[in-house]
């Protein structure tokens, strides 16, 4: 189990695996009711990967506090905004976030998923998120 350089506490998330994106899609798939929903697919010692699912519509802006993020769009279009630079994305496209950095985006297709990797570590019992808006 991994143990964090600087607390000393186990990290009882970190495994490793093999994880098929469109089957930990399937089984976690996005509804109507939902606002939007992150899939965790793992978590390494300095990092985190998940799944990002959305409509169509606005993402509000926000920053995280002690994480970058870097952003793969597997489905839907539509813009991200990263500080005060807006480009419109489609399926290939990857974008990357500083800690910090305010961001959101517009989807206009429905649904979204969006891979994002975070380092360190993006806790899902303690999100470190800000929102802006």
């Known amino acids: 189990m991994y143990r964090c350089p600087c607390c000393q ?32 697919l793992g978590h ?3 990092s985190s990967v998940f799944v990002f699912q959305g409509h169509r519509g606005p993402f509000r802006k926000h920053v995280h506090v002690t994480h970058d993020e870097i952003g793969y769009v597997l489905n839907g279009s539509g813009t991200v905004t ?29 649904p979204v998923e969006v891979l994002f990797i975070s380092s360190p570590m993006d806790d899902p019992s303690n999100p470190d998120r800000v929102w802006l808006d």
């Open 9 to 40: 506490q186990a990290s009882p998330k970190t495994k490793i695996d093999v994880t098929s994106v469109r089957q930990a899609i399937n089984a976690d798939r996005l509804t109507d009711q939902d606002v939007f929903k992150r899939t965790y």
């Open 44 to 46: 390494g010692q300095q």
């Open 82 to 110: 990263v500080g005060s630079l807006t480009r419109e994305v489609k399926p290939g496209d990857i974008w990357v976030i500083p800690a910090n950095t305010p961001h959101s985006a517009q989807f206009d297709s429905d």
